[in-house]
Protein backbone atom coordinates (compact mmCIF):
# COMPACT_ATOMS: atom_id res chain seq x y z
CA UNK A 1 0.00 0.00 0.00
CA UNK A 2 1.12 3.74 -0.68
CA UNK A 3 0.50 5.19 2.41
CA UNK A 4 1.02 8.66 0.46
CA UNK A 5 -2.14 7.80 -2.14
CA UNK A 6 -3.58 6.65 1.67
CA UNK A 7 -3.28 10.17 3.06
CA UNK A 8 -3.99 11.78 0.20
CA UNK A 9 -7.63 10.17 -0.19
CA UNK A 10 -8.21 10.48 3.58
CA UNK A 11 -7.33 13.96 3.25
CA UNK A 12 -9.78 14.56 0.04
CA UNK A 13 -13.00 13.06 2.41
CA UNK A 14 -11.98 15.76 5.30
CA UNK A 15 -11.94 18.45 2.57
CA UNK A 16 -15.07 17.90 0.96
CA UNK A 17 -17.08 18.88 4.23
CA UNK A 18 -14.11 21.08 5.50
CA UNK A 19 -16.15 24.40 6.70
CA UNK A 20 -13.84 25.78 9.28
CA UNK A 21 -11.61 27.63 6.77
CA UNK A 22 -12.04 31.04 8.92
CA UNK A 23 -10.76 29.59 12.20
CA UNK A 24 -8.84 32.08 14.48
CA UNK A 25 -4.79 31.18 14.86
CA UNK A 26 -4.89 30.77 18.71
CA UNK A 27 -6.95 27.95 20.20
CA UNK A 28 -10.32 28.26 21.40
CA UNK A 29 -9.25 26.45 24.84
CA UNK A 30 -5.77 28.44 24.96
CA UNK A 31 -4.36 25.37 25.56
CA UNK A 32 -0.74 23.48 24.66
CA UNK A 33 -0.53 19.80 25.70
CA UNK A 34 2.70 18.48 25.93
CA UNK A 35 2.35 14.67 25.49
CA UNK A 36 4.44 12.09 23.50
CA UNK A 37 4.71 10.55 20.08
CA UNK A 38 3.33 7.61 20.23
CA UNK A 39 0.76 7.14 18.06
CA UNK A 40 -1.70 5.35 20.68
CA UNK A 41 -1.84 8.79 22.53
CA UNK A 42 -3.61 11.13 20.90
CA UNK A 43 -4.97 14.07 22.85
CA UNK A 44 -7.80 14.67 20.63
CA UNK A 45 -9.71 11.45 20.95
CA UNK A 46 -8.40 11.10 24.70
CA UNK A 47 -9.36 15.03 25.78
CA UNK A 48 -12.24 14.84 23.26
CA UNK A 49 -10.89 17.82 21.49
CA UNK A 50 -12.07 19.58 18.69
CA UNK A 51 -9.78 21.32 15.99
CA UNK A 52 -8.53 24.54 16.65
CA UNK A 53 -9.21 23.78 20.40
CA UNK A 54 -5.36 23.28 21.58
CA UNK A 55 -2.10 23.03 20.64
CA UNK A 56 -0.32 20.03 20.79
CA UNK A 57 3.67 19.36 20.89
CA UNK A 58 5.13 15.80 21.13
CA UNK A 59 8.42 14.58 21.73
CA UNK A 60 9.57 10.95 23.11
CA UNK A 61 7.98 10.71 26.30
CA UNK A 62 5.92 13.69 26.52
CA UNK A 63 9.11 15.64 28.44
CA UNK A 64 9.39 19.46 29.15
CA UNK A 65 13.19 19.83 27.17
CA UNK A 66 14.72 22.58 26.29
CA UNK A 67 13.21 22.50 22.78
CA UNK A 68 9.80 22.46 24.84
CA UNK A 69 10.67 25.06 26.80
CA UNK A 70 11.61 27.51 23.73
CA UNK A 71 8.70 26.55 22.09
CA UNK A 72 6.40 27.92 24.62
CA UNK A 73 8.30 31.12 25.01
CA UNK A 74 8.42 31.84 21.59
CA UNK A 75 4.55 30.78 21.39
CA UNK A 76 3.94 33.11 24.40
CA UNK A 77 5.86 36.00 22.16
CA UNK A 78 3.01 34.97 19.59
CA UNK A 79 0.20 34.99 21.17
CA UNK A 80 1.43 38.43 22.91
CA UNK A 81 1.53 39.73 18.99
CA UNK A 82 -1.55 38.20 18.12
CA UNK A 83 -3.56 40.01 20.86
CA UNK A 84 -1.73 43.54 20.93
CA UNK A 85 -0.22 42.38 24.51
CA UNK A 86 -3.29 41.58 26.10
CA UNK A 87 -2.77 37.85 26.45
CA UNK A 88 0.66 35.82 26.62
CA UNK A 89 -0.48 33.10 29.10
CA UNK A 90 -2.40 30.10 28.35
CA UNK A 91 -2.51 26.57 30.01
CA UNK A 92 -0.03 23.72 30.03
CA UNK A 93 -1.10 20.29 30.17
CA UNK A 94 1.45 17.84 30.51
CA UNK A 95 -0.16 14.15 29.50
CA UNK A 96 2.69 10.95 29.99
CA UNK A 97 0.75 7.70 29.52
CA UNK A 98 1.55 3.95 30.53
CA UNK A 99 3.65 1.59 28.86
CA UNK A 100 5.63 4.37 27.59
CA UNK A 101 8.53 3.21 24.89
CA UNK A 102 10.57 6.46 26.72
CA UNK A 103 10.88 4.09 30.17
CA UNK A 104 13.33 2.69 27.90
CA UNK A 105 15.61 5.77 27.61
CA UNK A 106 16.52 5.14 31.12
CA UNK A 107 18.78 1.74 30.24
CA UNK A 108 22.20 2.67 30.56
CA UNK A 109 23.53 0.82 27.29
CA UNK A 110 20.97 2.74 25.29
CA UNK A 111 22.04 6.45 26.83
CA UNK A 112 25.72 5.43 26.10
CA UNK A 113 24.54 4.26 22.36
CA UNK A 114 22.54 7.15 21.64
CA UNK A 115 25.74 9.37 23.40
CA UNK A 116 28.15 7.93 21.12
CA UNK A 117 26.42 7.65 17.64
CA UNK A 118 24.82 11.00 17.87
CA UNK A 119 25.42 13.03 20.76
CA UNK A 120 22.45 13.41 22.38
CA UNK A 121 21.75 13.05 26.05
CA UNK A 122 18.55 11.24 26.82
CA UNK A 123 19.56 10.33 30.34
CA UNK A 124 17.55 13.06 32.13
CA UNK A 125 14.00 12.65 29.78
CA UNK A 126 13.59 9.14 30.29
CA UNK A 127 10.64 7.98 31.78
CA UNK A 128 10.85 6.53 34.74
CA UNK A 129 8.54 7.47 37.62
CA UNK A 130 5.84 9.36 36.04
CA UNK A 131 4.67 11.32 38.81
CA UNK A 132 7.97 12.70 39.99
CA UNK A 133 8.89 13.01 36.52
CA UNK A 134 5.86 14.94 35.94
CA UNK A 135 6.72 17.34 38.90
CA UNK A 136 9.98 17.20 37.61
CA UNK A 137 8.91 18.82 34.46
CA UNK A 138 6.69 21.40 35.68
CA UNK A 139 9.62 22.01 37.60
CA UNK A 140 11.46 22.94 34.79
CA UNK A 141 8.80 25.17 33.72
CA UNK A 142 8.66 26.75 37.11
CA UNK A 143 12.64 27.71 36.41
CA UNK A 144 12.44 28.76 33.31
CA UNK A 145 12.88 32.22 32.91
CA UNK A 146 10.95 34.46 31.45
CA UNK A 147 8.04 31.73 31.68
CA UNK A 148 4.75 34.06 32.37
CA UNK A 149 3.82 32.98 36.23
CA UNK A 150 0.32 33.74 35.30
CA UNK A 151 1.06 30.55 32.91
CA UNK A 152 -0.98 27.28 34.04
CA UNK A 153 -0.05 24.55 34.22
CA UNK A 154 -1.29 21.12 35.46
CA UNK A 155 0.06 16.91 34.73
CA UNK A 156 -1.66 14.27 34.08
CA UNK A 157 -0.97 10.50 32.68
CA UNK A 158 -3.12 8.27 30.41
CA UNK A 159 -3.62 5.02 30.42
CA UNK A 160 -3.53 3.22 27.36
CA UNK A 161 -5.14 -0.31 28.71
CA UNK A 162 -8.05 1.60 29.94
CA UNK A 163 -8.67 4.94 27.99
CA UNK A 164 -8.88 6.72 31.53
CA UNK A 165 -6.93 10.06 32.65
CA UNK A 166 -5.55 10.37 35.84
CA UNK A 167 -4.53 13.88 37.80
CA UNK A 168 -0.64 14.14 39.10
CA UNK A 169 -0.54 17.73 39.19
CA UNK A 170 -3.70 19.85 39.32
CA UNK A 171 -4.11 23.13 37.57
CA UNK A 172 -2.16 26.00 38.98
CA UNK A 173 -0.37 28.90 38.17
CA UNK A 174 3.70 28.77 37.54
CA UNK A 175 3.76 31.41 40.35
CA UNK A 176 1.54 29.33 42.40
CA UNK A 177 4.05 26.53 41.97
CA UNK A 178 7.27 28.71 42.39
CA UNK A 179 5.98 29.66 45.04
CA UNK A 180 6.06 26.11 46.62
CA UNK A 181 9.46 25.83 45.62
CA UNK A 182 8.51 22.94 43.00
CA UNK A 183 11.09 21.96 40.67
CA UNK A 184 13.81 24.31 42.35
CA UNK A 185 17.22 23.56 41.07
CA UNK A 186 16.40 21.14 38.33
CA UNK A 187 19.06 21.29 36.14
CA UNK A 188 18.28 20.72 32.31
CA UNK A 189 21.48 19.78 30.05
CA UNK A 190 23.13 21.65 27.32
Same mark, same amino acid.
Given at each position: ?????????????????????????????????????? +??? =?? /??? %??? &?? *????? $????? !???????????????????????????????????????????????????????????????? +??? =?? /??? %??? &?? *????? $????? !??????????????????????????????????????????
Amino acid at each position: MNIQNELMARNACFAATFELGDMPILPQLRTLIVTCID +ARV =DP /AHI %LGL &DL *GEAIV $ARNNG !GRVTRAVIEEILTLTVLVGAATGGQETAFNIVLLQHTNCGAQRLADPQLQGMLQQKFGIDVSEY +AVT =DQ /AAD %LMT &DI *GRLAD $APGMP !GEMTVSAMVYDVATGAVQEVAPVKSLAEYRAANVGAAVPMAE
